[in-house]
C-alpha cells in the first residue's frame, strides 16, 4: 500500500547525489587551474545540491488525483469519475518531459490513493464474510437444536415404548397364568364328572346285572311250577287210577295242583315286581342325576364363566389404560419427532442464501484481481489492459446484492444507516 | 392426485420442499429449471400449486408464471415465488405478472406449510 514513499525517497536521494556530484566537478576545476580555493569547491557543491533540490520542487507533476465519489451518488457520476480516472491514468503513465522519475512518482501515488479507495470494498467483503460466517454458525445452531429435540423426543419415546412392551407382556404373562389356571380347573371338574358318569353307570350296570339275575331265578322258579303241576296232575291221574285206594292221594294231588297254581300265580306277580322295580331304578337315577347333578355342573359352569369373565375384564381395562396413556405419549412424541424434522428441511435452506452470497463476493474477488492486475501494469510502466476502477469493485458487488442481509450489512460496515425497511418474508397478493 | 410442483435449481432447495411438503402428506414434482416445469404442464401436468425460485439459469420464475398463466389448465392455478430476492421492483414484477404470493427463503416450514393450506385450500394430503 505504501511503497510510493521510498521510492519517493530513493528519487530524493539520487537527486542530492548528481546533485552534489556536478557541484564537485564544477569546482574541482577551478581549483585544479589554481583559481580557486578549497572551499569555493564545498561551496559550488552545495549550490549545485541546492539547485538540485529547487529543480526537483518546480518540477513535481499537478496530476489531479480521482477524488472519493461519496456513498449513494455513484449512478450519477460513476460515468464522469471513470473518464477522469481513465485520464489521470494516461497523464501519469506518459513521461513529462524530461523527468521520467516524475511520471513513475506519479504512477506510484496513483496505485496508492487507488489502493487507499479499495478500503471500502474490503471493509463491506471483510462484514460480508463476518455475516456468512454468523449465518452458517446460526442456521448450524439451529439445526443442532432440532437434531437435540428429536434426540430427546426419540429416547422419550423408546423409553415409553419399552415400558409399555414390559407391562403388555406382564399382562399377557398374568392372562396366560389364569387363563391355565382356569383351564385345570375346568379339566379338573371334567375329570370329577367323567369319574361320576362312570360309577352311575357301574351302578346302573349292577343294578340291571341283578334285576337279570332274578330273572333266571323266577325262570327257574317258573320251571319248578311248571314240573310242580305236571307233578299235580300225574299224580292225579294215577290216583285216578288207583280207585278207591287213592283217594289219599287224590287229595295230596290236589293240594300239590294248587300250589303249582299258587307258585305260578306268585312268579307272574314276581316277575311283574322285578319289571317295576328295574324300571323304577331307572327312572330314580334319572331323577337323582338331573336334579342334584344339574344343580352342581351350572353351579360349577357358572364359576368357571364368571371367573373367565373376570380375566377377560381385567385384561381389556389394563390395554385401554394403556391406549389411553402410553401410547397417546407415544403419539404426541411421534408428532413432536415429525415436526422437528419438518423444521430441518426448513433450515438447510441457509445453504442455498449463503451460495449466492459468496457467489456475488467470489465475481467480486475476480473484479479485485483485475484491479490489482492494472496496478501491477501501472507501476510496471505498462498500459493497464482493461483497468478497472477500484469504486467500481464495490458497485458491482452492490448491484449483485439480492438478499435483505446484504443491503443491511454494507450499510452497517460503512456506518451508514438502512436506505429502505425490510419488507415483509411473507406476503400474500 | 392433487400435485405441488417445485421449481429450482437449487438440490437443496428442491430437497427442503419435497422433505417439508412430503412429510405434510403432498405429492410434489420437481423441475431444476422453468422451461422443465413449462414442459411437465405442456404434456399434461395439472398442479394444484406451483412454487418457484426467482434467479434461475435461462427463463427466470416470473416469467414461468406468465408463460404458464396463458395455458388453461394453469391458469387459474395457485403460484408462489420462493427466492432470495429483495427488491421490491421485482416483487411488484411479480404480482403484476399472477403471482399469488412471494415468500422470502429461507422460510420455516410451518409457515410454508400455513401458506400452502391458505392458498391452496382443495390441495389434498395423502395423510388426510
Known amino acids: 500500500m505504501h511503497t510510493a514513499a521510498p521510492a519517493i525517497l530513493k528519487i530524493e536521494m539520487k537527486t542530492l547525489l548528481i546533485s552534489g556530484g556536478a557541484g564537485c566537478v564544477i569546482g574541482v576545476l577551478p581549483l585544479i587551474l589554481g583559481a580557486a580555493q578549497p572551499v569555493h569547491l564545498v561551496i559550488a557543491a552545495a549550490s549545485a545540491v541546492c539547485g538540485g533540490l529547487v529543480t526537483r520542487a518546480l518540477q513535481r507533476p499537478a496530476v489531479p488525483l ?110 396366560d397364568t389364569a387363563l391355565h389356571t382356569l383351564a385345570r380347573s375346568l379339566g379338573t371338574y371334567l375329570d370329577g364328572r367323567l369319574r361320576e358318569t362312570r360309577a352311575e353307570r357301574s351302578a346302573v350296570d349292577a343294578a340291571a346285572a341283578q334285576m337279570r339275575g332274578l330273572d333266571t331265578l323266577i325262570v327257574s322258579l317258573e320251571k319248578v311250577g311248571a314240573s310242580t303241576r305236571m307233578l299235580a296232575l300225574n299224580a292225579n291221574i294215577e290216583a285216578s287210577r288207583a280207585g278207591i285206594h287213592g283217594a289219599g292221594f287224590k287229595v295230596i294231588a290236589r293240594e300239590l295242583q294248587d300250589l303249582a297254581q299258587a307258585s305260578q300265580t306268585a312268579m307272574a306277580e314276581a316277575r311283574l315286581q322285578v319289571t317295576n322295580v328295574q324300571r323304577t331304578i331307572g327312572q330314580v337315577l334319572t331323577i337323582d342325576h338331573g336334579a342334584d347333578g344339574t344343580r352342581t355342573e351350572q353351579e360349577r359352569l357358572q364359576a368357571l364363566m364368571t371367573e373367565l369373565d373376570s380375566i377377560a375384564q381385567t385384561t381389556t381395562e389394563v390395554l385401554l389404560g394403556m391406549v389411553r396413556n402410553d401410547f397417546s405419549e407415544i403419539a404426541t412424541l411421534t408428532g413432536a419427532v415429525g415436526n422437528e424434522v419438518l423444521s430441518v428441511f426448513g433450515q438447510v435452506q441457509f445453504q442455498d442464501v449463503v451460495r449466492q452470497q459468496i457467489e456475488a463476493i467470489d465475481e467480486s474477488n475476480a473484479m479485485l484481481e483485475t484491479c490489482l492486475d492494472g496496478f501491477r501494469q501501472s507501476l510496471s510502466g505498462d498500459e493497464p489492459e482493461a483497468p478497472v476502477r477500484p469504486a467500481a469493485i464495490l458497485e458491482s458487488a452492490r448491484s449483485r446484492y439480492v438478499t435483505q442481509i446484504q443491503h443491511r450489512v454494507d450499510a452497517q460496515a460503512l456506518g451508514q444507516a438502512t436506505a429502505h425497511a425490510d419488507a415483509p418474508d411473507i406476503e400474500l397478493f | 392426485m392433487h400435485k405441488v410442483l417445485i421449481v429450482d435449481d437449487s438440490p437443496t432447495i428442491l430437497a427442503s420442499m419435497v422433505g417439508i411438503l412430503g412429510g405434510a402428506g403432498y405429492i410434489t414434482v420437481k423441475a431444476m429449471h422453468a422451461e422443465d416445469a413449462l414442459a411437465q404442464v405442456q404434456a399434461g401436468l395439472r398442479p394444484a400449486l406451483v412454487i418457484t425460485d426467482y434467479h434461475m439459469p435461462g427463463m427466470h420464475g416470473v416469467q414461468l408464471i406468465q408463460e404458464l398463466r396463458k395455458l388453461t389448465q394453469t391458469r387459474f392455478t395457485p403460484m408462489l415465488v420462493l427466492t432470495t430476492e429483495s427488491q421490491q421492483e421485482k416483487r411488484d414484477e411479480a404480482r403484476k405478472a399472477g403471482a399469488t404470493g412471494w415468500l422470502v427463503k429461507p422460510v420455516q416450514a410451518d409457515k410454508l406449510l400455513q401458506v400452502v393450506k391458505q392458498v391452496a385450500p382443495s390441495l389434498q394430503a395423502i395423510a388426510a
Not at chain 1, 469519475?81 to 522519475?101: I, K, M, N, T, V
Not at chain 1, 448450524?140 to 407391562?167: F, G, K, P, W, Y
Open chain 1, 66 to 175: 480521482p477524488s472519493a465519489v461519496p456513498l449513494g451518488h455513484q449512478s450519477a457520476t460513476a460515468a464522469s469519475d471513470e473518464a477522469a480516472w481513465h485520464a489521470s491514468q494516461s497523464a501519469a503513465s506518459r513521461p513529462a518531459e524530461g523527468a521520467p522519475d516524475v511520471a513513475a512518482q506519479g504512477v506510484a501515488r496513483n496505485v496508492a490513493q487507488d489502493l487507499a479507495d479499495l478500503e471500502p470494498f474490503f471493509s463491506v467483503t471483510r462484514e460480508q464474510l463476518r455475516s456468512i460466517v454468523g449465518q452458517t454458525e446460526g442456521a448450524a445452531s439451529a439445526i443442532m437444536a432440532s437434531l437435540e429435540a428429536l434426540s430427546a423426543a426419540q429416547n422419550r419415546s423408546a423409553v415409553c415404548i419399552n415400558d409399555t412392551r414390559e407391562r403388555i407382556v406382564g399382562v399377557a404373562e398374568q392372562s
